[in-house]
């Protein structure tokens, strides 16, 4: 039973457009939603969240939008560059049995081409 | 200036053979994690420690135990790997859990069951 699913294992966007990552979640108790990236080799990194509460975040070229009535978040990298390149995690957060239950997507593949 | 650092990167073992695998932390934070990811699968969390309260998934499998001795570091133990438990190992910090909380990550262990 998937919570968060990241429907596309890659995506491959020309350098200086824009990459959007999609991810769905099937919880409506998750209250915040992150966004990491990973490089080969290397753990994943906090890249930018939102809270439930929001609809847009932005920081930079990063962008995270949220549509809760769709159940649907989706991370805009404008404009792509090549260090962009990496595997992006959509990760949900719910508290939960006493906890904060963080889940995560399987991931998506962004290759950014010269 | 590593903060969250994985010993070894690579892990060759024995099936059945049991293996201990090592995070330490410079952050100071109060909770630390071990996720175990599969290729192209989401990072599966397997226990954390809030302090020195130890937190089981209810799906973790009794094969794998977890130790904190002080606030630094943090082990896994497998008891008796299975060619199954073949996986990167993901250790993780967070200040203190919350469900916005960024969490940072080393690098891993891979972990390779002969």
């Known amino acids: 039973d998937q919570q968060v699913k990241q429907n596309s294992p890659s995506l491959s966007v020309q350098e200086g457009r824009i990459s959007i990552l999609n991810c769905d979640y099937t919880?409506?108790?998750?209250?915040?939603f992150l966004w990491y990236k990973k490089y080969p080799a290397e753990g994943p990194t906090f890249l930018i969240s939102?809270?439930?509460i929001k609809d847009k975040n932005e920081d930079g070229r990063f962008t995270v939008f949220l549509n809760k009535s769709a159940k649907h978040l989706s991370l805009h990298i404008v404009p792509s560059q090549p260090g962009d390149s990496a595997v992006y995690f959509c990760?949900?957060?719910?508290?939960?049995?006493?906890?904060?239950?963080?889940?995560w997507g399987a991931g998506t593949k962004l290759i950014i081409k010269p | 200036d590593a903060m969250v650092i994985q010993n070894p990167r690579y892990q060759v073992t024995q099936f059945g053979k049991p293996v201990t695998l090592s995070c330490s932390q410079t952050?100071?934070?109060?909770?630390m994690y071990w996720y175990q990811q599969k290729s192209s699968q989401a990072p599966k969390l397997l226990f954390h420690y809030y302090d020195k309260d130890f937190n089981n998934e209810a799906d973790t499998p009794d094969n794998f135990q977890s130790r904190r001795p002080n606030t630094s570091f943090c082990f896994l133990d497998i008891r008796s790997p299975g060619l199954g438990d073949a996986a990167m190992y993901l250790c993780a910090t967070s200040r203190d859990g919350g469900g916005n909380t960024e969490a940072f990550f080393g690098q891993g262990t891979r972990l390779t069951v002969v």
């Open positions: 990760a949900a957060s719910a508290y939960m049995d006493s906890n904060y239950q963080l889940i």
């Open positions: 939102i809270s439930s």
């Open positions: 919880n409506s108790m998750f209250d915040y």
């Open positions: 952050l100071n934070h109060n909770v």
